[in-house]
């Protein structure tokens, strides 16, 4: 069974400042995608950011980008200059490419101070 | 275009009642998706429907919840009999095939007293 881990409860960052969030997943399909996804109190599942197994360039949206470790299954999610509005708890999650259901990570955290 | 919808946006209902929990999802999105995020369980997937179908029910938790889908759109999640530890928040998600991204509704927080 494919499982998605994310180490980190919680994480802070100084406004303006850089963060990176880790994930690593276990799976033995070629074919699979990787998501990041934010939900901020208002619950709301904000999509942030996808990678295609396939695709050996990390993604990137704007101050959003992912270090993409094929090998290594590892999938961590850097946030720069970071904003208040950043603050949420986000959600590393996979999908292989046959099969319909998002498997989540247990979360992270992300406080933003001042 | 609008988002994902969801009603109620909140639900308190008593032990042994039958809530229904109802989700739009975004127009010409042909699969739909039900969700459970618990403090116990985190976040686990429970049925899949493509156009009016569920082939992926894996993730129901018991006989006592059901879905439907109807005319490929509105979807409504049935839970009879609920027990205490059907307290959750239920997200409802949709995506257009065969495109992997899934769109979420902002959740049904249901509390069983």
């Known amino acids: 069974a494919q499982t998605v881990t994310q180490s980190q409860p919680e994480m802070s960052v100084q406004e303006a400042e850089t963060v990176t969030l880790s994930c690593t997943y276990d799976?033995?399909?070629?074919?699979?995608?990787l998501f990041w996804y934010k939900q901020p109190p208002s619950r709301q599942m904000i999509l942030v950011i996808r990678?295609?197994?396939?695709?050996?360039q990390n993604a990137t949206e704007n101050r959003f980008s992912v270090n993409f470790q094929k090998a290594a299954k590892s999938f961590s999610l850097k946030i720069s200059d970071s904003q208040l509005g950043d603050a949420a708890m986000y959600f590393c999650?996979?999908?292989?490419?046959?099969?319909?259901?998002?498997?989540f990570g247990t979360g992270t955290r992300l406080q933003v101070t001042l | 275009g609008a988002g994902v919808s969801q009603s109620p946006s909140n639900k308190v209902t008593e032990k042994g009642k039958d809530v229904e929990l109802r989700c739009d999802p975004i127009?010409?999105?042909?699969?739909l998706y039900w969700y459970r995020q618990s403090l116990g369980q985190g976040l686990e997937f429970l049925i899949y429907?493509?156009?009016?179908?569920?082939?992926?029910k894996s993730g129901l938790p018991s006989d006592r919840f059901s879905a439907e889908r109807t005319g490929g759109s509105v979807s409504t999640l049935t839970i009879q009999r609920t027990q205490q530890e059907d307290s959750a928040v239920y997200l409802c998600?949709?995506?257009?095939?065969?495109?992997?991204?899934?769109?979420f509704g902002p959740g049904t927080r249901l509390t069983v007293t």
């Open positions: 998600a949709s995506s257009f095939y065969p495109n992997p991204e899934q769109y």
């Open positions: 799976t033995s399909e070629s074919d699979y995608y």
């Open positions: 990678q295609e197994a396939y695709k050996q």
């Open positions: 999650a996979y999908r292989t490419g046959t099969a319909s259901k998002l498997t």
């Open positions: 127009s010409g999105h042909t699969a």
């Open positions: 429907f493509q156009g009016n179908s569920a082939p992926d």
